[in-house]
């Protein structure tokens, strides 16, 4: 229906609902690496509620889930030893967390304790791939499971062996909304995630199917440097589609940052169609989105195919 522009979608609160999953293997992964490195500590699971898992995200440097588990783990054993004062601290860990992601945690981490700090570093050997940090390892076995850790790694698990928290994904969108979205943009349809090409085919079902496999990009088969907030992923998709106008799809600080750099690097025209559930957490993320000129913002996806005509005529 028009033959000017692609739309690329992230999937992670947009396309699927990772709340009880992606929010739960944080939690689970943490409390397990605090309590096998210090057995002492209680309580750990009071101390990552969605509320600070959402303070690191709002930062835009956290769109890796296991960056936020290493942010938490450093920040629960260098931090003071009453849990009442743990939260306020982490708290403030993450009203400091800045574009430079976990390197901001650990440089405010430094002044606190030093010695402790660089044994845990030492320990997580993060970042590092699933044979080389057990935080990876970890992360990516509550999540998987089983059976899909070894068919995404190649490798058997040595910590987790019960149902994966991928199970607990929730697909938000339906098929006939996708259906329309392809034909308004001809099967230009593409994903920028910061998910794997397994999970994705795994959580999205037949949904994947509408996706064109040149034009999507799954940020945890590539580089580190590849992640949000960088543009390159994003421009390189919308490149494969031989057009200059984009929408992207997102719902979180780096999806805006990324839209944004990617205007400023490229000769590509790219607007971001903002993702906001009605609660107080996606109120902050709207005013942001509204502050940074996001001219189209909805509750969510499926609303997407009862605007995008009116919208189309700014290409």
Known sequence: MNSKACIIFDIDGVLIDTRKSYNKTIKKTVEYLVKYIDPTIGNVRTLVSDRLIFNFRKSGMFNNDIDTCYAFILSIL??????????FFIESITNNATINGIVSVENY??????????????????????????????????FYGPHLFKKHHNAIPKYYFDKPLI?????????????????????RLGIVSGRSKTAAKYSMKSIFNFFDTYGSIYLEDEKREMGKPNPSALIKCIKSFGVRNAYYVGDSAEDLYMVQKARRVSNIH?????????NARSNQVRNLFNNNGTSVIVREVNELPNILNKVMTQF
């Open 78 to 87: 260098c931090g003071p030893s009453k849990i009442s004062d743990l939260y």
């Open 109 to 142: 981490l430094q002044s606190f304790s030093k010695d402790r700090l660089s044994e845990i570093k030492k320990l997580l050997n993060y970042p590092g791939d699933i044979d080389s940090s057990i935080l990876t390892r970890v992360f990516d076995e509550y």
């Open 167 to 187: 199970q607990n994904d929730t697909l938000l969108v339906r098929h006939s909304t996708m259906k329309k979205i392809s034909n308004i943009f001809d099967k």
């Open 270 to 278: 790219v607007e971001l169609i903002g993702i906001c559930a009605s």
